[in-house]
């Protein structure tokens, strides 16, 4: 039973954890993101140059990891709205299992569109 | 030293208004990641993006997307910096560079979706 218990609040707190540091992660992102974006008041010599930029394979690879950072804060987002508002409180453990799987499904079908989309998986 | 709160990491209604946003984004950003990573076909380019931002539709949605991305992102930001900086001058430059990060970023993102009309 100690074990248990003990497990638990260190998955809680794991889940808290990343939430934070995806977070983090994010909003670094979507600064840049912006800024990327803004190149279109340019133009278009202008935003296809940076795009052009940004369409190496360490950005690609890079993207890939975006992806699956948005679905982890998504997801369990969700969990912890879910819980503050009092619903699936005595089964979070259970939650954070569905939001696990919604997040690695997500992220996994998303991530190989990605990869066909460049032409990286010659089955799709 | 007294410990005094010369900037704090905000209130109930924040908290709820994170919350509620929090749901907008996940709905919007996921449909966001599907139409520019799974529906296109190709690379991204400028004409991808200059039809789409172009209706006055998806202006909205888009500037409501971006506001509300920024102020959910920053104020995670902050809530999660507050917990652990606790020297004063730095909580209020930290404070500060996140506000003024958000207009800068907030007024460069309309101008951006701003810049572009049906047509042209």
Redesign the interface.
């Known amino acids: 039973m100690r074990v248990i218990k003990h497990y638990r609040i260190h998955l809680g707190t794991f889940a808290w954890i990343l939430h934070?540091l995806s977070?983090?992660g994010?909003?670094f992102y979507?600064?840049l993101h912006?800024?990327v974006?803004?190149h279109?008041?340019g133009?278009?010599e202008s935003?296809?140059e940076i795009?052009e930029f940004l369409?190496t394979p360490l950005f690609k690879f890079l993207?890939i990891g975006l992806?699956g950072t948005?679905f982890y804060h998504?997801f369990n987002?969700?969990r912890i709205?879910l819980i503050?508002i009092g619903v699936f409180v005595e089964k979070q453990k259970l939650l954070f299992g569905i939001a696990v799987v919604l997040w690695l499904i997500t992220w996994f079908a998303?991530g190989a569109?990605?990869l066909s989309?460049w032409g990286g998986l010659p089955f799709m | 030293m007294v410990y005094r709160a010369t900037v704090r990491s905000g209130g109930a209604l924040l908290w709820f208004f994170q919350r509620v946003s929090g749901i907008f984004l996940a709905v919007v950003l996921f449909l966001h990641v599907i139409m520019t990573h799974v529906l296109i076909r190709g690379d991204l380019d400028f004409a991808d993006v200059a039809g789409r931002v172009a209706t006055p539709l998806w202006k909205t949605m888009d500037i409501s997307f971006l506001v509300i991305a920024l102020f959910h992102g920053l104020y995670g930001a902050w809530v999660v910096l507050d917990d652990y900086i606790h020297v004063q001058w730095l909580r209020v430059l930290i404070y500060g560079v996140i506000a003024i990060l958000g207009v800068i970023l907030v007024t460069l993102g309309i101008l951006t979706l701003i810049s572009f009309n049906p047509g042209g």
């Open positions: 934070r977070g983090l994010l909003i979507l600064c912006v800024w974006i803004s279109l008041i133009g278009e935003f296809n795009m369409g993207e992806v948005i998504l987002g969700l709205t503050d998303v569109a990605m989309r």
